[in-house]
């Protein structure tokens, strides 16, 4: 069963600051999401990315993928207060007809001033 | 081009009522995903539906749970005789293609049961 960690669970940085998050997978996928998760809300799609190498940025957040090591991480570069969330990756699980997503746990993302 | 709705967007209910979720795709989707999501956890596949078909059910509880996706109208994620342990934000997402294709999330159901 296709099991999705994340690390670190909560992270509290300082505005300016650089930070990862990681996203480890257990089998095999090619197709990796990240999302955002502002409290009460829906999920914002941040990133999905398609292939082994698949690098993208948007603003101050970039996100990799290298599915030899099944690993995604999304990097965060001078933090400021409006990236406060949390954040989530999602594998998807082909199987038969399905594409469901696995989820990681999230991590809560908390920018001080 | 409308998103994913979904209402209600709230829902209270008392032990042992049932629920009733409804979906309504993006326009041109025609596969619906449902997930809940517990306080404090990520997202949690439950049911994935096609017109009128139930593609896979793998996530959803053995018991008091069911979905649905007519032909016509919203797909619907019934609750019965619900618990406290129900109380969650359940997502539907959407998407256009089975295999391949990006799920759009709706804003959610935010369930508490008393």
């Not at chain 1, 600051?17 to 089998?27: D, F, L």
């Not at chain 1, 082994?52 to 940025?57: C, D, R, T």
């Not at chain 2, 049911?47 to 139930?54: A, C, D, F, M, S």
């Not at chain 2, 994620?77 to 799920?103: H, N, P």
Request: contains cysteine; positive net charge.
């Amino acid at each position: 069963e296709l099991k999705v960690e994340q690390n670190p669970l909560f992270l509290s940085m300082q505005e300016g600051k650089n930070y990862t998050i990681y996203c480890n997978y257990s089998t095999t996928s090619d197709r990796l999401y990240w999302y955002r998760q502002d409290p009460g809300k829906s999920l914002e799609s941040l990133f999905v990315l398609l292939s082994n190498g698949a690098v993208k940025q948007e603003g101050r957040l970039m996100a990799s993928l290298d599915t030899k090591a099944r690993l995604s991480t999304l990097h965060i570069t001078a933090a400021v207060h409006d990236l406060s969330a949390t954040y989530f990756c999602a594998v998807a699980n082909y199987g038969g007809a399905t594409n469901k997503l696995i989820f990681g746990t999230g991590t809560l993302l908390a920018v001080q001033p | 081009n409308a998103g994913v709705m979904q209402n209600p967007r709230h829902l209270v209910r008392r032990r042992g009522q049932e629920a009733r979720l409804r979906c309504s795709p993006m326009k041109g989707h025609s596969h619906v995903y449902w997930y809940r999501q517990l306080p404090e956890e990520g997202l949690k596949f439950m049911v994935y539906l096609q017109k009128e078909n139930i593609i896979d059910e793998s996530g959803m509880p053995k018991e008091r749970f069911s979905a649905e996706f007519p032909k016509e109208g919203p797909s619907i994620l019934r609750i019965q005789q619900v618990v406290r342990g129900d109380s969650a934000a359940y997502f539907c997402a959407s998407s256009s293609l089975a295999g391949e294709g990006e799920q759009f999330f709706g804003p959610g159901t935010r369930l508490t049961v008393l």
